[in-house]
């Protein structure tokens, strides 16, 4: 059973950082592409970075030069680096799995509040 489990969250000050992390369990991690979505209040669940199984990475336009996904196949986790961060950033973020087929499934983790605030 595939398990993703989030961890680093929480209250940060504009300008400031943090690290998430997703360890995942239950399948060949390095098979499949991992990515962080986020939602915030009254919002749509909106993609904020993905990163291929052979490391090719994309971002949303509003995170881009500011934030970094990575994964350590070693680990099976994948982590956001989270930099400059703003009030916007402000939502429940959710580490993802992609199917590699298209009858296969997504995974989504248990989500991490991360609030921007002073």
């Known amino acids: 059973q595939v398990q993703l489990v989030e961890s680093g969250g929480g209250l940060v000050q504009p300008g400031g950082s943090l690290r998430l992390s997703c360890a995942a369990s239950?399948?060949?991690?390095?098979?499949?592409?991992m990515g962080w979505y986020r939602q915030a209040p009254g919002k749509q669940r909106e993609l904020v970075a993905i990163?291929?199984?052979?490391?090719?990475?994309n971002y949303a336009d509003s995170v881009k030069g500011r934030f970094t996904i990575s994964r350590d196949n070693t680990k099976n986790t994948v982590y956001l680096q989270m930099n400059s961060l703003k009030p916007e950033d402000t939502a429940v973020y959710y580490c993802?799995?992609?199917?590699?087929?298209?009858?296969?499934?997504?995974?989504w983790g248990q989500g991490t509040q991360v609030t921007v605030s002073s």
């Open positions: 239950g399948s060949i991690f390095s098979l499949y592409a």
């Open positions: 990163i291929r199984s052979g490391g090719l990475t």
């Open positions: 993802y799995r992609q199917k590699r087929t298209p009858d296969g499934r997504d995974y």
